[in-house]
């Protein structure tokens, strides 16, 4: 797979992945129901670190080259 993910991209995506992971483990934050939902964290998180996003490529998305 070709690199689709610009470098702020990537960057929000690390951000977003790693707080939501966070609020999925609980240090310093309520346990409740929803926890799990911040699991979902893993799918930004692996596409920043990566720079390859697959739903960019089904959608003929690309942020590297504006950046």
Known sequence: MTNNVGMF???????????????????????GHWNWIGWIGVIPLVTGLVGTCPLYSLLGLDTLSRS
């Open 9 to 31: 991209d990537r960057a929000i995506r690390i951000i977003i992945g790693l707080a939501l992971i966070a609020y999925a483990i609980p240090l310093g934050f309520e346990q």
